[in-house]
């Protein structure tokens, strides 16, 4: 398996999802234990994706190992609950006091979804840039330069009772690469291709070819 796949997996298991303390939820880390999700702030969550990742071109490198500069984002979501009536801001019977009302209680739980979201970010932060954290959880000398550049959120907007509001942070590192060879898939001793005629149990056309390594 590729690094940038095993330091994805490394990211989440061995920092993020050890660093949760009842503060946020790590999507895909397994150990989670059933108190923890009792705690939850509202579901508010992270998520790691890897973004892309690019090798200089170089003579000394085109043999390997092959240094990537990889990139990595890191999705947050925040919710609250709110007393938003979608059915009373789209009713045409509705009073504009009664939608001001509805529209009120979202905006208020949009404005402490916005507070948890901005408290996740610093609490990702302090995470991610704890020197303990380094290596991002790989063996010391695999990662080098991690490094937080980027945060961002969206605008929040209503998810059923939920004021939901999300963003991404940027997580930048290096490392090197190896190539192995790919060893291939074994294929079958022999593919048959005899076509059954519908509705016809006599007369069947094809070609059996048989491979050989």
């Known amino acids: 398996m590729m690094l940038f796949r095993q330091v994805k997996r490394s990211i989440t298991d061995k920092v993020l999802g050890p660093s949760e303390d009842g503060r946020y939820r790590t999507i895909g880390y397994q150990n989670q234990t059933e108190d923890a999700e009792s705690s939850l702030d509202n579901e508010r969550s992270v998520q790691v994706f890897w973004s892309d990742f690019n090798a200089p071109k170089n003579a000394s490198a085109l043999q390997g190992p092959f240094k990537h500069n990889v990139t990595y984002n890191i999705e947050l979501s925040a919710a609250k609950a709110t007393e938003l009536d979608l059915e009373v801001l789209n009713s045409m019977s509705a009073t504009p ?15 402490l979804a916005d507070e948890s979201f901005d408290e996740l970010v610093d609490i990702i932060f ?3 840039m704890d020197a303990r954290n380094i ?14 550049s980027q945060a961002k959120k969206d605008d929040p907007v209503p998810a059923g009772e939920f004021a939901l509001l999300t963003g991404s942070m940027t997580l930048t590192c290096s490392f090197s ?3 192995g060879g790919d060893p291939g898939v074994e294929g079958a001793a022999s593919i048959n291709t005899v076509v059954d005629i519908a509705d016809d ?13």
């Open 97 to 111: 006091e009664d939608k001001a009302e509805a529209l009120y209680g979202f905006q208020e739980a949009a404005e």
């Open 126 to 128: 302090q995470v991610i």
């Open 135 to 148: 290596d991002l959880g790989m063996p010391k000398g695999v990662v080098a330069s991690r490094w937080l």
């Open 177 to 179: 690469e190896e190539a």
């Open 201 to 213: 149990d006599v007369e069947k056309t094809g070609v059996e070819v048989t491979t050989t390594e």
